[in-house]
């Protein structure tokens, strides 16, 4: 399976941005998926995941209230809603997918750089 995050891009504290990641190769509406983030000299933390049903979902403290995963399995397409963006969520943005219902995501995607300027 291929992940593709896409959407990253430049832009204004206070702005919005939404990331998208595309899968290819198997369908991924029986797994768990989520997103990472990567800044520059720190380790990868988690952002948000959501259940393969999508009938819950989990966020990062520090971007509770101002980020929305989601995801659409008939496009096989998971979503990151970013609003209310501060320079602090300047990363490179990974989404990545557990095929085994474990929590422990095999599958990663190429990453998409967000930048926030302040």
């Known amino acids: 399976v291929q992940l593709q995050a896409s959407g990253g891009g430049l832009v204004q504290a206070g702005g919005s941005l939404r990331l998208s990641c595309a899968a290819s190769?198997?369908?991924?509406?029986?797994?768990?998926m989520g997103w990472f983030r990567q800044a520059p000299g720190k380790e990868r933390e988690f952002v948000a995941s959501?259940?393969?049903?999508?009938?819950?979902?989990f966020y990062a403290d520090s971007v509770k209230g101002r980020f929305t995963i989601s995801r659409d399995n008939t496009k096989n397409t998971m979503y990151l809603q970013m609003n209310s963006l501060k320079p602090e969520d300047t990363a490179v943005y990974y989404c990545?997918?557990?095929?085994?219902?474990?929590?422990?995501?095999?599958?990663w995607g190429q990453g998409t750089q967000v930048t926030v300027s302040s």
């Open positions: 959501t259940i393969w049903s999508s009938t819950s979902t």
């Open positions: 990545a997918a557990d095929p085994t219902s474990t929590w422990k995501y095999a599958w």
């Open positions: 190769g198997r369908t991924l509406s029986r797994y768990n």
